[in-house]
């Protein structure tokens, strides 16, 4: 009987309890992940939308290389063209390939943004965290903060800013991402504020969690969400507010160029010759509506229920 009792006891109740935990969080975070992609794809505009932006960008980086010009080489001969086949969007006053300047100005323009997206949504988290997590005095300081930021005329501050330290572009993207962080401070704080009373942050307090790492390993990454889809937003605003900029002759320092010194440039040419600047322009557009379109497919993968409210 002690044979039989010992052959037939259970194997170790730990063991076993470990195991399936583990296997449990795999397929949930898989199905999780697999939940978003569904939601996403469902999209049609934003796959559509994200395909034509990794094309561009592409493009942007690629596209030199197979050209026999380069973007500051100038050529009297050829001066003021039309499209044709060796210059397929023309050429400027001054002889140089728009094809190849286009994509230079398009790589030129894609980076500020991005630049601009980063800090803006580091700065944006930071702050909203800090002030939804802590609040009392935190909350108070980085609300008024936000407040000031709200009514603070970024144009013009850019404006001085590139009259008195010059037309650095990476001083400008910095710039402009400490003048864009605000909508994401405002949807981390107030997601925090929901989160940081929910039962999984009083446990972690309870078990003895710092602030840091409760704010880092439980409440961020339930916020990933509008914090990306925020993040696609900036980069759009941010090629619209660098075009707007180098239309009025900041940020870009020539010979080199972006979409929006182009367009600046082209402007005068808007009778003889309209793709100078409908071309660099088209692409801005483009651009934009490519991310709008892939910030909606985001925001309906990260939250369903966004879809339902507005159907």
Aim: hydrophobic fraction near 50%.
């Amino acid at each position: 009987m002690a044979d039989l009792k010992e052959s037939t006891a259970s194997p170790d109740v730990h063991d076993i309890d470990f195991d399936a935990e583990a296997e449990g969080l795999t397929i949930e975070a898989r199905s999780f992940r697999r939940q978003i992609w569904d939601r996403f794809r469902r999209h049609k505009l934003a796959l559509v939308a994200a395909a034509l932006l990794i094309i561009i960008v592409l493009m942007f980086i690629f596209g030199p290389a197979f050209s026999d010009y380069e973007y500051d080489e100038p050529n009297i001969a050829d001066r003021s063209q039309g499209p044709s086949l060796d210059h397929p969007f023309g050429t400027d006053p001054l002889g140089r390939d728009m094809f190849v300047r286009v994509l230079r100005g398009g790589r030129i323009s894609t980076r500020i943004a991005l630049v601009v997206a980063v800090v803006s949504t580091t700065l944006g988290t930071l702050l909203g965290a800090i002030a939804g997590y802590f609040g009392k005095a935190a909350d108070l300081l980085i609300s008024q903060l936000i407040n000031l930021f709200l009514i603070m005329p970024a144009l013009i501050i850019l404006f001085v800013f590139a009259i008195r330290w010059g037309n650095d572009i990476n001083q400008v993207s910095i710039l402009l991402g400490c003048l864009l962080w605000v909508p994401i401070a405002r949807i981390v704080r107030g997601q925090v504020l929901q989160l940081k009373e929910q039962e999984f942050v009083q446990a972690a307090r309870a078990a003895g969690a710092t602030s840091g790492r409760i704010i880092g390993r439980h409440l961020l990454p339930n916020v990933v969400g509008p914090i990306v889809v925020q993040s696609t937003l900036i980069i759009g605003t941010a090629i619209i507010l660098e075009s707007t900029l180098a239309f009025l002759g900041l940020g870009v320092t020539p010979p080199d160029t972006s979409l929006g010194v182009l367009i600046n440039d082209g402007k005068g040419f808007l009778r003889d010759r309209p793709s100078a600047a409908l071309i660099p322009g088209g692409f801005i557009v483009l651009i934009v509506l490519c991310i709008n379109f892939l910030g909606d497919g985001l925001r309906d993968a990260f939250d369903p229920t966004s879809r339902k409210v507005r159907e």
